[in-house]
């Protein structure tokens, strides 16, 4: 018999631990995937609280004030931070608009407020009411808070445009760049754990010792990491709670098809259109490719090469190997196709700097006759087909790996 409080479930392959104290700032891993388990994080409802707040700050201050300007000739033009949502907005790409706003300012904003929510009513000896639907909340969000590949987006933006005009760095960046550094680090520092101990502390929860004995089935909360051995929902976050997300290989499978479907029009159809002096050609995302690499940028050309191609293809090819090996019972190596899924679900994201780029290129460069440009349409299928691809990666359950491989020595209590 072992109390249930005092067990942890591995997320990746659902492995059954007993906590133990560890030293701080150290980190437990599975021994069977090598994923992380818990760390200890001295003091960490404080130090991430106190950085959530500078976060907020930070993030205020990115929206209020100019993001980047551009200087040629006499004509000074500058931008708000939103802007690269709004040109796509204006040239009748709303949805794609909405997503670069969406992941770049409203998603961030939401987690932040939702973090301080939680966060300071604990740190007063309050239970924030509704504690578990504001942290289902953030842990959705999260994969979705772009600010990082947004922030890419706007260096390569820099300095494509540094052939045409001086770009003056405004203070808003400046925000945002400390804003991304601040962010990781509040992430870095909580702990949900002790969050969860806290609220239960404060509000005087019944926390009876659930014992179980080894043959009991573990229910594992994908939101919270809270387990239980019955329900349908979990007792802490309120959160759907399945031995494993139903449907996970049909629905990755469906995702993943339909993000080919739409890879085909987003590089035959042109992402955006750059004219300097009334010259210039719709791009596709390949000739923006050739154009910025055979006009001296290599570098920029190979990152977007690697973010718009290579990315993409990578994660196609790395889920429907995963999938299919999952479905053939295989046995091959499980920790080597657990890594290979950490880091697909890892670089997923950075594909949508194509879509930022297309985005802070059109609100920033109007000026008039001199230079223009305009988005296109295979901009937008292209951000549906990295939106698709995220899901699939996200609608995998890892775990599957190692249900289904002989290596299966779950339980180690
Ligand atoms: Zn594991
Ligand atoms: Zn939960």
């Known amino acids: 018999m072992t109390e249930l409080a005092r067990l942890i479930a591995c997320h990746e392959c659902a492995a059954i631990y007993r906590r133990t104290a560890i030293a701080p700032n150290a980190t437990a891993n599975c021994q069977r995937c090598d994923a992380m388990l818990y760390r200890h994080i001295p003091d960490s409802l404080n130090r991430s609280l106190a950085l959530y707040i500078t976060a907020l700050i930070l993030w205020v201050i990115a929206n209020l004030f100019p993001f980047l300007g551009m200087k040629v000739g006499g004509i000074y033009h500058e931008n708000l931070l939103f802007a690269a949502g709004w040109a796509l907005y204006q040239n009748g790409m709303g949805e794609l608009g909405l997503v670069v706003f969406l992941t770049s300012i409203v998603f961030p904003l939401i987690t932040i407020l939702s973090m301080i929510y939680l966060l300071l009513p604990v740190r007063l000896g309050i239970a924030p009411p509704q504690a578990g639907r504001v942290f289902q909340l953030v842990r959705t969000l999260e994969p979705w808070n772009l600010i990082s590949v947004f922030m890419l987006g706007t ?3 820099i300095v494509k445009l540094q052939e045409l005009a001086t770009v003056v760095p405004g203070l808003s960046l400046a925000a945002l760049s ?38 009991d089935k573990i229910l594992h909360c994908h939101l919270c990491d809270g387990l239980q051995t019955k329900g349908h929902s979990c007792n802490r976050c309120g959160a759907a709670i399945h031995h494993r997300i139903e449907g996970s290989i049909e629905q990755t499978w469906a995702l993943l098809f339909s993000a080919v479907l739409m890879l085909i029009p987003a590089n035959l159809f042109p992402v955006m259109t750059f004219k300097k002096l009334g010259k210039g050609a719709p791009d596709t995302i390949l000739s923006g490719i050739i154009y910025l690499i055979e006009g001296g940028l290599w570098g920029l050309g190979l990152i977007v090469l690697f973010a718009s191609i290579i990315v993409p293809i990578a994660k196609l090819l790395s889920l429907s190997y995963l999938l299919y090996s999952v479905q053939k019972n295989s046995n091959w190596k499980p920790k080597d196709r657990a890594l290979l899924y950490r880091v697909t679900e890892v670089i997923g994201s950075w594909s949508m700097v194509d879509v930022f780029l297309v985005g802070l290129l059109s609100g920033l460069v109007s000026l008039g006759l001199l230079a223009n440009v305009t988005p296109g349409i ?34 180690a209590l």
């Open 155 to 157: 260096l390569i933006a």
């Open 378 to 411: 295979g901009a937008s299928f292209f951000g549906a087909a990295v939106i698709l691809t995220m899901l699939a990666a996200h609608q995998f359950d890892p775990r599957l790996i190692w249900d289904r491989s002989h290596h299966n020595s779950a339980v």
């Open 178 to 215: 400390l804003l991304l550094v601040v962010y990781a680090m509040a992430r870095s520092q909580f702990d949900s754990e002790t969050l969860w101990q806290r609220i239960e502390k404060v509000k005087a929860l019944d926390t009876a010792v659930t014992s179980i004995r080894s043959d």
